[in-house]
């Protein structure tokens, strides 16, 4: 008699080398190409084992296994950011990943054995996908009661922008309304459709929690942007310089984006051999400067690539330049560019917040810097911005 849950062990190292490489390959499984091989591999094995163990003709199931390395990976899966369509991929992947692997052996059973080894395999796959759905589903609520927590603390930060003009507070106002809309509308279908049981683990669910986070976390960033903004005409925000790896700050920056970039189909170049090796700053102010500029070039950029240079100086300065090869400005909307809500010409993004340039340009004049655009209507765009190399004195807070 065929021992197929032998068979199975015998073959894990091959069955997860060939289905790592599946999801890898897979275009409908875009995040995959964010993490490492190690990653995508993380925690399968063990429901390849689990899944041996209940095949074995002397052996209990053993779904207690099946469902820990399950909800495993759907915590693991939820934190690296893949989509509940990317994970019901990768366990279709890894079902035909398996009976290839050994549809040979297979074969060579009675009837009786094929049909209770194709039993099992389902079975277990189909309790695996279950499990790791209900660990994805309880990952994302706690991040949205994180992100709902988060807009509560910052709501009464929002009375200070009182301050602004009325126009101001009118676009804000009609800019909060779009995901405010969107957050109430599928928080309360998915809501509706958690009380029915056979609809809680269903993918349409976990899409709804995924549109009602994406609403929330672009509400979270139309938010802050306004309180930097907020804070910056109120002479609050405040400069900590320190010395700073660069060319470290400026990857760590580019790891965070590159989702968006390889979402988009853009390639990140960065040319980094001239750039000063330290620099004195604050650099958190730094960073948002270079994530504000690397992200709004990505945004506005339909095919091709977005290019970091930097390079030291003369003078005690150095120079981060941002280029894009996507569909420019035009001359007379540059110097409205800075301006804060202003989205203008063609650069109207719904993901845009109309903040990103305008708290840019206060953040370089904050650091002692300067800005500068070149531009052409579908020609590209380089933003250039220039920076001493250390900062003499600090700007206190007025708190």
Known sequence: ?????????????????????AVGNDRHIRSAATINRTAIEDHIEDVLIAMAITMSQTAADDDETVAKASISHGVLRAAQGFDPSEIAQEYHLLRKTIFDCLRTELLTGTSEEIFRAVMVIDTVIDLAISKCFKSYVAERLDELEQVRSQL??????????????????SILAHELKT???????????????????????SIAS???????????????????????LSRYEAGKMQVIPEVIDLPALIQAVLEVIQPLASDRGLQLITELDQAPAEVIT????????????????VRYTEFGS???????????????????TGIGIDPEDQIRLFAPFERVGTMRSPDSTGLGL??????????????????????????????????????????
Request: aromatic residues 6%; proline residues 2%.
């Open 1 to 21: 008699m065929q021992d197929f849950s032998q068979l199975l062990k015998d073959n894990i190292d091959r069955i997860k080398q060939n289905w790592a490489d």
């Open 152 to 169: 509560s603390m910052t709501v009464t930060e929002l009375k200070r922008l009182a301050r602004s003009s009325e126009d101001n507070l």
């Open 179 to 201: 995901p405010l809309t969107s957050i109430i509308g599928y928080a309360d279908l998915f809501l509706r459709q958690s009380r029915q049981e056979q609809a809680r683990d």
């Open 206 to 228: 976990l899409e709804h929690v995924e549109k009602v986070l994406r609403g929330g976390r672009r509400l979270l960033r139309l938010i802050n942007d306004a309180l930097d």
């Open 282 to 297: 604050d650099p958190y102010r730094l960073q948002q400067v270079i994530v504000n500029l690397v992200s709004n070039a």
């Open 306 to 324: 977005v290019t970091i240079t930097s390079r030291t100086l003369a003078n005690d300065r150095w120079a981060i330049s941002v280029t894009d």
């Open 358 to 399: 305008a708290i840019v340009a206060r953040l370089v004049e904050l650091l002692k810097g300067n800005i500068y655009l070149s531009s052409q209507p579908q020609e590209g765009s380089t933003f250039t911005v220039i920076f001493p190399l250390e900062i003499q004195d600090v700007i206190e807070s007025n708190d």
